[in-house]
C-alpha cells in the first residue's frame, strides 16, 4: 500500500504560479497529477515514468506545467506558471507500481486532493 500527501494547492491571479508537491510512502514507478472541476469529469494533468523520468502532458497545460521528481525523497512535483482560471480544480497525486495502463491510466494509490482556485 502507497499513500501520497499533497500539499501545495491555494489561491492565485490569472498569471500567477503555483508548485504542488506530492510525497509517496513507498516505491512506484508511475506517477501522475489529475484534477477535477466541479461538474467535470476528472482529467489527466501530467505524468511522469519515475524509473526514466518520461513525462507526459495535456494538451491545455503543455509548455505552462513541469512535473518533476526527486527520486531520493518519493516526491513528485507540478510547477504550475502563466494560470488561467480554467485551471481551477482539485487537484489529485495519482501513483502505481505499474505502468501498463498508459499515461493517464487507472492508477491504483490517489492522494487526498489540493484546491487550486485561479482568479481572474
Known amino acids: 500500500q502507497v499513500q501520497l500527501v499533497e500539499s501545495g494547492g491555494g489561491s492565485v491571479q490569472a498569471g500567477g504560479s503555483l508548485r504542488l508537491s506530492c510525497v509517496a510512502s513507498g516505491y512506484t514507478r508511475c506517477m501522475g497529477w489529475f484534477r477535477q472541476a466541479p461538474g467535470k469529469e476528472r482529467e489527466g494533468v501530467a505524468a511522469i515514468y519515475t524509473f526514466a523520468g518520461s513525462t507526459y502532458y495535456a494538451d491545455s497545460v503543455k509548455g505552462r506545467f513541469t512535473i518533476s521528481q526527486d527520486k531520493a525523497k518519493n516526491a513528485l512535483f507540478l510547477q504550475m506558471n502563466r494560470l488561467k482560471p480554467e485551471d481551477t480544480a482539485t487537484y489529485y497525486c495519482?501513483?502505481?507500481?505499474?505502468?501498463?495502463?498508459?499515461?493517464?491510466?487507472?492508477?491504483?494509490?490517489w492522494g487526498q486532493g489540493t484546491q487550486v482556485t485561479v482568479s481572474s
Open positions: 495519482a501513483a502505481d507500481t505499474s505502468c501498463g495502463g498508459g499515461w493517464f491510466g487507472d492508477y491504483k494509490y
